[in-house]
């Protein structure tokens, strides 16, 4: 079956420090894969998304780029504000578009503390 | 922006009693889908649901649990004889052909 796999938190970082979230999956098929954030009080949103290998998804500052050949999907930030902190769920779905039917497969999530 | 609503924020019940979660998803969003996160755990697929029947269910979507599309525009999910487990934050989602899912905030559920 589909597993995603995501380091622990929390991750205590300084602003402006460098960010990587590793982030890595089983699948039987060519899922695509996704990173949502989870502000304080709210609930999951999309961040980024790529649907295959070498993809790059990218979106407010976060990057993150489709490894086939280490099924990995680690999520990056050159500088991290304190706006950052929040939780953070990478996601696969076996579908190429993530929508459809089919359910998706989350990591545990990680909390990413950001001090001033 | 459309966003995906859920009522209540929080509920509160005892084990045995019968609960109704609300959702409201995006207007125009044809696929809609549940999720749970037990605390501390991850987020699991529970069921999706397409043109008014079920699509897709997880294990954990075993008889206790129904959904419903009622009307146009809410989607619910029912768990008729709660037991202390099923204690968890219930997240909605809806997207459309080929979109990405849609979360709403959850609705943080307390089975005493």
């Known amino acids: 079956g589909n597993s995603v796999t995501q380091m622990e938190g929390p991750v205590t970082l300084s602003e402006e420090a460098f960010l990587t979230i590793n982030c890595t999956y089983t699948?039987?098929?060519?899922?695509?894969l996704f990173w949502y954030v989870q502000y304080p009080g709210e609930g999951l949103q999309l961040l980024l998304k790529?649907?295959?290998?070498?993809d790059k998804g990218s979106n407010k500052g976060f990057e993150a780029t489709y490894r086939k050949e280490t099924t990995s999907f680690h999520l990056e930030k050159g500088s991290v504000q304190v706006s950052d902190s929040a939780v953070y769920f990478c996601?696969?779905?076996?579908?190429?578009?993530?929508?459809?039917?089919?359910?998706?497969?989350f990591g545990k999530g990680t909390h990413l503390i950001i001090q001033p | 922006e459309p966003e995906v609503t859920q009522t209540p924020s929080h509920q509160v019940t005892q084990m045995g009693q019968e609960v109704i979660l609300r959702c409201v998803p995006i207007?125009?969003?044809?696929?809609f889908y549940w999720y749970r996160q037990i605390l501390g755990q991850k987020v699991e697929f529970l069921v999706s649901f397409y043109n008014n029947e079920i699509s897709e269910k997880s294990e954990i979507f075993d008889d206790q649990f129904s959904v419903e599309r009622p009307d146009g525009s809410n989607f619910t999910l029912k768990i008729r004889s709660t037991k202390l487990e099923d204690s968890a934050m219930y997240f909605c989602?809806?997207?459309?052909?080929?979109?990405?899912?849609?979360f709403g905030p959850g609705t943080r559920l307390l089975v005493l």
């Open positions: 207007s125009n969003h044809l696929y």
């Open positions: 699948a039987t098929g060519y899922p695509s």
């Open positions: 790529a649907t295959k290998a070498d």
């Open positions: 989602a809806s997207g459309g052909e080929g979109e990405t899912q849609y």
């Open positions: 996601a696969l779905s076996d579908r190429s578009t993530g929508g459809g039917a089919d359910g998706l497969t």
